[in-house]
């Protein structure tokens, strides 16, 4: 069973910057794809990111194209999302998300992590 645990949210100012950070337990992390959801209060769970198993390519929303960066290290089994020029609607919690299609769609990941807040202040 595949565990995710997100960190690196909190408050911030618009235009700073986040690293979020997704490590990840059991199963083996290089054989998964990787992504990043957020989910903004009283809206649906939405797509940010992914990567795929030897982050060879990604994938990124309009919302996050040019300013959030996916990443992963393999031999550390955690995934990454630097956030940058962070707006006031970049405002969310962030999951991490495992599955093994390199898909937006959230119904197609089946392990994901317990999220962490992003707060962007204006």
């Known amino acids: 069973q595949v565990q995710l645990v997100e960190s690196g949210g909190g408050l911030v100012q618009t235009g700073d910057s986040l690293r979020l950070s997704c490590a990840a337990s059991?199963?083996?992390?290089?054989?998964?794809?990787m992504a990043w959801f957020r989910q903004a209060p009283g809206k649906e769970r939405e797509f940010v990111a992914a990567?795929?198993?030897?982050?060879?390519?990604?994938r990124y929303a309009d919302s996050a194209k040019g300013r959030f960066t996916i990443s992963r290290d393999n031999a550390k089994s955690t995934a990454y999302l630097q956030m940058d020029s962070l707006k006031p609607e970049d405002t969310g919690v962030y999951y991490c998300?495992?599955?093994?299609?390199?898909?937006?769609?959230?119904?197609?990941?089946?392990?994901w992590g317990r999220g962490t807040q992003v707060t962007v202040s204006s």
């Open positions: 998300a495992a599955g093994d299609y390199y898909v937006a769609t959230t119904t197609l990941y089946p392990y």
């Open positions: 990567i795929t198993l030897s982050g060879g390519s990604t």
């Open positions: 059991g199963g083996t992390f290089s054989s998964r794809v």
